[in-house]
């Protein structure tokens, strides 16, 4: 039988000896953007003292971590991103390379810090435009958004879930641009609930290297490519866990996880595209 985190009361009486009063997350929401894989967790002494006298109820069972994909749904509009991009005053000067794409938008961003989603995350995306586009405006034919909906779940040694945290992996895609290629925009990750229990740190952070921003179609009719690397660190006085997803998509609409550290096997047909992370320490 598993137990979430509302259901620890009598631990709470013991922990509250020794603990501050905040049990479950509902920490301020942050804005700096330092990669989540460079944060130092801080602890305070009561959690530190609360580690040692119960070092099950802080460490996370490596075998209950889970993260899987629980949902597929259609956006009704973009506005789950809001786009900060200004197309040029008079279009008929742009110079248009259709077969170079590039990412105008975010590059590393931070999802979620010291357990809570970042300030102005609706913020944060990224692009697959032909370079000379500046907007999303520019480009017709927007199939309607896709999100992928994950949830992501870890137990401690007592069985009891400390960190439990939905995202969703959204894209626009399908754009043209005057009838020509298939591209990418409000590539984003945006996180729906996000629970952790008391003395556990939960961090998330993305990145979208330009390395993997690329045309798989032709040079006259281009089709946009990225990879979207997603990171997690849990933590807590005792130890750290880190992890690394890679999501990889394509301005068709194609789809795929390709590396997923809490899965045996990367996906094999998925290997090859994904080359520049796993290059960049995945696992």
């Not at 990412?103 to 102005?120: G, L, M, R």
Request: proline share 6%; with cysteine; hydrophobic share 40%.
């Amino acid at each position: 039988m598993k137990f979430y985190l509302s259901s620890f009361a009598a631990l709470l009486s013991v922990l509250l000896s020794t603990a501050s009063p905040a049990f479950c997350a509902g920490v301020p929401f942050r804005s700096d953007d330092k990669q989540a894989d460079q944060e130092v967790p801080q602890f305070s002494k009561s959690e530190i003292d609360a580690a040692k006298q119960y070092p099950n109820y802080f460490t996370i069972n490596p075998d209950s971590i889970s993260l899987r994909l629980e949902e597929v749904v259609e956006e009704p509009d973009m506005n789950y991103v809001k786009m900060s991009e200004t197309p040029p005053k008079d279009g008929a000067n742009i110079l248009v390379t259709i077969d170079q794409i590039i990412n105008i938008a975010s590059k590393v961003w931070n999802v979620i810090q010291n357990n809570a989603p970042v300030v102005n995350i609706e913020t944060k995306y990224a692009t697959a435009y032909p370079e000379g586009v500046t907007a999303a405006s520019q480009l017709a034919q927007w199939s309607r958004p896709k999100s992928y909906v994950y949830g992501f779940y870890a137990e401690n040694l007592w069985g009891s879930v400390m960190i439990d945290c939905k995202y969703k992996v959204s894209m626009a895609y399908n754009g043209s641009y005057k009838g020509k290629g298939k591209y990418l925009t409000a590539v984003a990750v945006i996180p729906t609930t996000v629970s952790v229990g008391w003395g556990y740190k939960f961090y998330m952070s993305a990145a979208v290297p330009d390395s993997t921003v690329a045309n798989v179609g032709t040079h006259l009719d281009p089709v946009a490519a990225m990879q979207l690397k997603l990171s997690w660190k849990m933590a807590t006085a005792l130890k750290e866990i880190d992890g690394t997803s890679v999501y990889y998509v394509q301005g068709d609409g194609f789809y795929e996880e390709i590396a997923n550290p809490w899965k045996k096997d990367p996906v094999v047909e998925g290997i090859g595209s994904a080359a520049p992370l796993f290059g960049d320490k995945v696992f």
